[in-house]
C-alpha cells in the first residue's frame, strides 16, 4: 500500500517523532524558570495565534472546492498536524517540568543544576558551559543538558576539582575553574 494512503498513528510517540531526545528512566524534567516561560511562551503562542490562523487558512481552503490539488488545503492540514504534535510535547512535558532556580546557588562554588562551569582539559584547553533542561539546550550559546556526559562529570565537583570524562578519544582529566550561577533577580 501506498504511503500516501497511510493513517498517521495519533498515538505515537510525540518525543520521538520530533527527534528530541526523551527523559530518563525515573528522572525529572528540571527545568530553569526562564527555560519554563520560554516553552510556555510557545505553547500559548500555538494555540492563541498560530493554530488559529492555519485552522483559518484550511477552512478557506476547503471552501474552494477541489482539496486533492488545492496547496493551501494541503499545507494547511500538514502544518495542523505538526501544530497540535507540538501542542502535544510542550502540554506533556511542561505539566512535569520541576522548576529549579539556580539563582539559589548564588555565590556556591560547587556545581549543580543551571551552573556555568568554567573547565580546562589535559589539552589545556578552556571551556565554558551552562547545565540546563532538556527541553531548554541551546548548543549554540554553549549550554548543555543536564543529563550529557560532561554535565554528568561535572555535577556535585568545586571549584579546583579535577573530575574524569569518558570520550571518544579515552579518559578526559577535568579540572573546574570557575562555576557561577546567575544573581538572585531583584523585585521592585
Known sequence: MSK???KESDNSDDEDDLGLPPLPAGGKNYITPDGYQRLRTELLNLID???PKIVDIVSWAASNGDRSENGDYLYGKKRLREIDR???FLTKRLDIAEVTDPSLHHGND????????TYCNA???EKTITIKGIDEVDNLKGEVSWVSPIARALLRAREGDEVQLMTPRGLDRLEVLKVSYPAKPTRH
Open 4 to 6: 500516501a494512503f497511510t
Open 49 to 51: 495565534i498560530e493554530r
Open 110 to 117: 560547587q556545581v549543580f543544576f543551571g551552573a556555568t562551569v
Open 123 to 125: 589539552l589545556g584547553e
Open 86 to 88: 507540538r501542542i502535544r
